[in-house]
């Protein structure tokens, strides 16, 4: 059979899967963001002006009305300027342009009218921040005697949560004048430098079978290749990565002495300081994650590696064929995707289900790739605004996976609406443990349905999956804390001596039967997540609490009850108190020991495939 052939045959394959519930019936589904129909008519329209005027008037009103007042006073005064201070927070008309703007961005890059647009209403709307900025700053300066005799009163109940959190950042607060420069200096200092090496990477491409490849298309399609054009076409972009590390040296210099500077500024002692505190998680839970995932958690993936090169009969694979399915993949088109996480979503639990089919007939769900769109996937959600889910959905099991994921994003945010808007978000730690609790919730009603013979495919392909999720971030979390603490005390890092720091930590979680290079060590200059400032913990910690949950209602259908108090918590309380509000200690370094135990299971279960194979 020839590979054209073959590659035919593969797209054919076929998904079994057979819905077990008796679900409502779907209205039409639209699969493209309804942005005129949800937000304005087009760019032009007048309403879009008389909004941001209300948000003006309101701010400065606000302003005006609370600036001279001493709130350490009263704690009925506290509570009424909380309160206004709230509503002010979650006007709808506030954040409706910003969010059309971005999201035309988002589904087309090329869209020149809504970039523009967006430029000068972000100029606005932060000197309206600056505005406002006196009224945290003031209430963090309350002495520490009064905070205590005020989180006592009554009439600050509500805000209790709020206000301690605020007064444990407060430590770190720098004078008004300073807070406003930093503001107003943040995109020349951070976000230009980024988008820069993002940009010019979004601009290469190379040469490949006779075609002119994009970068990130090149990327995307690398999966799809046959082992040997995989390397061929890996090495060309591991050498355009080479020469964009020339300014991405500079980038990453520029940044991290940046935050460096602002985190001694502010009084932060280790580099993620500060970011264990913005996502409302303590610095110990995360030591102990990064401590239990590069020990015990990257010998498990240097075992999974050395059984896959087993079972492919080879010594070594290429770095490339790390994520490799062992079996033929098969074609999920996002009617019968749908048609999963429906009976998943009804199955767990009635709302869910209502959420998504909401999202799917109201055009809150963007699901094909198409020219000028941007890659990936994400959820976007905000107080008093609809939900969306972005994704470039191709058919494969892969975007399944991606749809419950994103939903699962959706569906913590709508869950999250039951309480007021200080406490509607959530952090990052709690969103990403929702969202890969609906992919583990996905995968074990598939992999039930599973038939004998595809069910190896399915596990190795999980473990794979996780390996991604689990080692491969904390990798990252590693390369970026020594990128942090050798730009400090060095004063620089080289091109060279970054893609070194990056080869050496990829190989900690690979071990020696992946075929790695130093060359690919040039990859840190395509990481988006190591300029995120230890974001990628956040997705280890989340898969892991996870899979607790996905175990815990596995064996007790009603867990579902503690599930839906975990979504609906949203933000009004620390990642460790609302996990402790469902039996999840995640102060002990012993929760993500046990939490490995699954993936464990599945590796070694993967070890009896490949040692009965081996008989045959
Ligand atoms: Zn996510």
Redesign the pocket.
Known sequence: MSKKQKNKKKVVKKFNYTPQNSLPKLGKVQTKWDLNGLYYKNADDPQMEKDIKKTERNYKAFAKKWRNVDLSKSAKKLAEALAEYEQLGAMSEAGKPGRYLRLRTAINANDQEATKKLTLLSNRLRKLSNEVIFFSLNIGKIPKGTQNELLKNPALEHYKYYLERLWLSAKHDLSEAEEKIINLKSSQSYGRWVDMVEKMIAKRSVKFKGRDLPFNEAMETLDTLSKGDKVKLWDLLMTELEQIGEVAEHEFNAIINDVRSEDELRGYKKPYSATALSYEDTEKSIENLVDVVSNEGFSLSKKFYKLKAEWHKENKLHYTRKYESIGDAPTIPFSQAVDICRDVFYGVKNEYGEIFDNMLTNGQIDVYPQAGKRGGA??SGSVNQPTHVFLNHLDNFKSLETLA??M??AIHEERGKCQTPFYQGHSITT??TV??LFENLLFDTVYEQAAEKDRPVLLHDRVARDIATIQRQIAFFNAELEIHNTIKSAGAMTNVELRDCMYKHLKAYLGPAIDLSKKDGYSYAYIPHLRYGFYVYT?TF?ILMSTIMANNYKADKSYIDKIDKFLCAGESDNVANIFKSIGINTSRENTFKEALRNHTDDINAFAKIVKEKRKK
């Open positions: 994400f959820m994921h994103e699962g994003h969103a990403e969202s890969t997705y989340g």
